[in-house]
């Protein structure tokens, strides 16, 4: 059975749930279950995070379960339901056939299913970027509350200018649930900080994180703690080195290794175990197979998964202990990468900035964030980097900093030329500095500012951001290597008319333009 069949499934199962629960909503009654439900159900689908058909089917048995439940607590209320909400087949038997059908293309009208898979995937990444902070005890009501109407909206018959208000809702929301979850990091872990990251090795045993989760990364740091077994960072975990209450921990090493996508040949080299907390994950190797565990909502088929406790704690004695059998990794790189420059440490250098354009030293800041993937054309973010005038600035967030955050592309007056936020969530820090600059500046348009953006596409997570940058009026986006081909050509057309989102071309012409302001 396709793994993509068992998410079409799964979604389509929680549409109808949300209509559910939008009745039982609106006899006052409590919905933070199912809110909770279609959040960690929507992270479940993101891309490249899930390949375990066994927990897919597992929460599509849960989704019929919960709405079994609400069906039964509505009672006449349920008469002209869609048939989303009034399917309740737990036999696995049919769960391959019956996503077959339900799947995208279900939606014959390409406008609508592009707007609707537009939305769908906003709220995965919004769904991403909620997880991490209820994980950390910080929740918004609004955020999970538009989770639900959001998929409910899906399975209404609505105008199109309703269905693009629902999208930059979206993106309204998006930027909400990153400055929740900015809070709920740098509230629990502190502000990340000017930092120098180690990216060699010593010759204790290791255990890699790679990933998200925060919490999961304060958890193995705590429980390796005296144990002789070093931790080091890998792909988006990298920005873990930022924070303050990381550091006081002497066996945390650095980050190993490079993006996502490598991930196979760096882990073969690391030669410990390696930890996935909700990230990208690729074809697991037999050659590291029996020391990859997963957590959060990442899954593969054979793989260990550490489930966590009632109160989100995890139990990592295993990994620990696997770690002590284990070779010291593979020194693949030496030498200390500069990050840490999410918005209160901006903020600190702010002065520093501000002098550097108005004297013109700065002449343009050049958003290059999002995803970084393994096609050829990627190279496209690198060769603009290196391309780019030296009087220009590279603010950047997500894996997509692994194109680039490694070249020696020098300072502008004590200011470093790549300023690393961190994580993709953290691109709420760049939209953050980018509106305290037009503050600054005393403009009225943050599109007035030297600012550009340039932005690597992949993943869901993405799209929120995307929706994000959109709610807050940023135009004339560039988009690469190509733009979501789940747009319609007359849904790109509004997007290009309206946001002035515009596909990558060359190097050249791409740089010009930016420096143009375009």
């Not at 989303?84 to 390409?110: H, Y």
């Not at 409910?152 to 809702?169: C, F, R």
């Not at 135009?475 to 979501?484: A, D, E, F, H, R």
Request: net charge negative; aromatic share 8%.
């Amino acid at each position: 059975m396709s793994t993509a069949v068992l998410q079409d499934l799964l979604i389509f199962s929680m549409k109808g749930m949300a209509i559910l629960a939008q009745l039982k909503s609106a006899r006052d009654a409590d919905i933070s279950k199912e809110a909770l439900f279609i959040c960690d159900g929507l992270f479940a689908t993101i891309t490249n995070a899930n390949f375990d058909d066994g927990r897919i089917t597992a929460l599509i048995n849960e989704s019929v379960r919960i709405k079994k439940e609400l069906i039964a607590g509505l009672g006449d209320e349920t008469g002209n339901l869609p048939k989303e909400a009034l399917w309740t087949n737990s036999d696995g038997a049919v769960f391959a056939a019956k996503g077959a059908q339900v799947g995208i293309l279900s939606t014959a009208n390409e406008d609508v299913r592009s707007l609707r898979e537009l939305l769908i995937y906003g709220l995965k990444g919004v769904a991403a970027y909620a997880h991490h902070a209820y994980v950390l005890g910080y929740t918004d009501d609004d955020v999970f509350r538009f989770m639900i109407d959001g998929l409910a909206s899906t399975l209404k018959d609505l105008p199109a200018d309703e269905m693009i208000g629902l999208v930059m809702k979206c993106g309204e929301t998006a930027v909400k649930v990153m400055a929740l979850l900015d809070k709920a990091n740098t509230t629990t872990y502190g502000n990340p900080e000017l930092t120098k990251v180690n990216i060699g090795v010593r010759d204790n045993p290791g255990i890699l994180i790679s990933g998200h989760d925060l919490k999961d990364m304060e958890q193995l740091l705590k429980q390796t703690e005296g144990t002789g077994v070093d931790v080091y960072t890998h792909s988006e975990m990298l920005p873990a080195n930022y924070y303050p209450a990381f550091k006081k921990y002497s066996h945390f090493v650095g980050n190993y290794g490079n993006a996502w996508w490598k991930q196979d040949k760096e882990f073969a080299s690391f030669n410990g175990p390696i930890l996935m907390p909700t990230n990208c994950i690729t074809p697991v190797k037999d050659e590291y197979k029996n020391r990859i565990f997963t957590s959060g909502m990442t899954g593969y088929p054979g793989v260990k998964h550490i489930e966590a406790g009632s109160d989100v704690s995890k139990d990592f004695s295993g990994i620990i202990e696997l770690a002590k059998k284990c070779k010291s990794p593979v020194e693949i790189e030496k030498g200390e990468i500069l990050g840490g420059f999410a918005h209160a440490q901006v903020f600190a250098l702010a002065d520093k900035v501000v002098d550097a354009v108005k004297s013109g030293a700065i002449k343009r800041f050049v958003v290059m964030a999002g995803c970084d993937g393994r096609m050829k054309s990627r190279e496209y973010f690198t060769d603009v980097a290196k391309n780019l005038p030296a009087d220009t600035v590279i603010l950047t967030a997500g894996c997509a900093k692994y194109r680039y955050n490694k070249l020696q592309l020098g300072d502008i007056g004590g200011i470093p030329r790549v300023l690393d936020a961190g994580q993709c969530n953290d691109s709420y820090s760049l939209a953050v500095i980018a509106l305290k600059l037009k503050e600054i500046f005393g403009l009225d348009d943050i599109n007035k500012l030297p600012l550009s953006f340039d932005l690597g596409w992949y993943e869901q997570k993405a799209v929120a951001v995307l929706l994000a940058l959109l709610y807050l009026g940023v135009k004339n986006i560039k988009l690469g290597p190509t733009v979501p081909a789940f747009l319609s050509p007359n849904v790109l057309n509004v997007l290009v008319e309206k946001f002035g989102i515009a596909p990558i071309t060359d190097v050249k012409s791409d740089i010009e333009s930016m420096m143009a302001g375009k």
